[in-house]
């Protein structure tokens, strides 16, 4: 796949910049958009609710263009908890939903993890991890007692 100049480049010099991007594009339909704020790297890899790991661009690229086929998904960052470094950042988004169903327009609520990387390009995407989506937004566990599994 020969490499070609990233728009999300231009569009500001942080993960975040990326992130909302990301999000724009989806909202629009727009894989042109959506794949510039990924990594051209080979092992970048994306896990839609409930589907296969698809590992690189093409892959990527050619589930996305399914997806627009049937329209713009219509998801929104509702919460976001980061944590982030000098070269990468790893972003826990609650992705509010859009769905239409027979009864008119619902909201789902997936959680989705974004990783960026910081490469020679600017900052792009390398991972996107979505749950199933659920009717109802979920409840943070922080409050929770922490154990480990």
Known sequence: MPKTPHRAAALGGTADDVEA???ESLQRGDVEALMACWSDEDEVFCVHPGG??????VAIRAAFEQMFGNGAIHATPAH???VESLASAVHNVLERIEVLTP???RHAYVLAT????????????????????SAREPDDASELPQTLH
């Not at 296969?52 to 661009?57: H, K």
């Not at 960026?116 to 995407?125: D, F, I, L, V």
């Open 21 to 23: 991007a990301f999000y």
């Open 114 to 133: 974004n990783v960026y990387h910081k490469t020679a390009e600017g900052w792009r995407m390398v991972a996107h991890h979505a749950s199933p989506g």
């Open 103 to 105: 009864d008119g327009p």
């Open 52 to 57: 296969p790991r698809l590992v690189g661009p």
């Open 80 to 82: 976001v908890r980061k």
